[in-house]
């Protein structure tokens, strides 16, 4: 299995513009989760996805922020619009909700708002 | 409130001189302690998952034990290809809840 796979990986936007990150699960994994990892605070949880329903969405800023799982094989997280403080690394990581409850992370997508 | 606090935030050793870093947590109900290494540029790669006191896991040159309060990671004559950021994780109800991480660098 290829893992996780995210993309892009890396972003350079504008203030105010649209920006979408996408990530494609490990097959057959059923829980998927978004995180953002800065400096300052480390790893947080944006949301948590179970069988492609949104279980928390609690670790969403703003409304700026959404994200979809149309399918087990794939999700995107939108920030509209975007600005500077957004400016993170964000992951996306899958796991088999079972014996297995580790966690797998995609290689990121470094966004940066100027 | 579920906290996780990892110690040293950074340790600089030789190569060949052995050390721990520590996890602290605090949790209601914990259901599996992970340990992650991240390099720079990547995403977090799993290393182990500890489920209850006493367990310990090996894999090359770590290990990882656990207590009631708090996890270890043994490092045994560390080569420069350890250097890595080793994060900490507590799973309580469906969520993780990390640490801030130990950076450790493996001097040659």
């Known amino acids: 299995d290829a893992g996780v796979i995210q993309s892009p990986r890396h972003e350079v936007t504008e203030m105010g513009q649209e920006v979408t990150l996408r990530c494609k699960p490990i097959s057959g994994h059923n829980s998927l989760f978004w995180y953002r990892q800065t400096m300052m605070r480390g790893l947080e949880l944006l949301i948590y996805f179970n069988n492609n329903v949104p279980i928390d969405d609690s670790g969403m800023p703003e409304d700026r922020f959404s994200a979809k799982m149309p399918n087990a094989s794939f999700s995107t997280l939108k920030i509209q619009p975007s600005e500077p403080r957004d400016s993170a690394v964000y992951f996306c990581?899958?796991?088999?909700?079972?014996?297995?409850?580790?966690?797998?992370f995609g290689q990121g997508t470094r966004l940066t708002v100027v | 409130e579920d906290q996780v606090t990892q110690s040293p935030e950074a340790l600089r050793l030789q190569e060949g001189e052995s050390s721990s870093l520590n996890c602290s947590y605090t949790v209601s109900g914990l259901r599996g302690l992970f340990w992650y290494r991240q390099d720079p540029g990547k995403g977090p790669e799993f290393l182990f998952t500890?489920?209850?006191?006493?367990e310990e896991k090996e894999k090359e040159r770590l290990k990882a034990t656990l207590t009631k309060k708090e996890s270890f990671l043994h490092i045994t004559a560390p080569k420069p290809e350890d250097s890595a950021t080793y994060l900490c994780a507590v799973q309580s109800n469906y969520q993780l809840i990390w640490g801030a991480g130990t950076k450790l660098i493996i001097k040659p």
């Open positions: 990581a899958s796991r088999y909700r079972g014996e297995m409850p580790e966690a797998f």
């Open positions: 500890l489920y209850s006191a006493g």
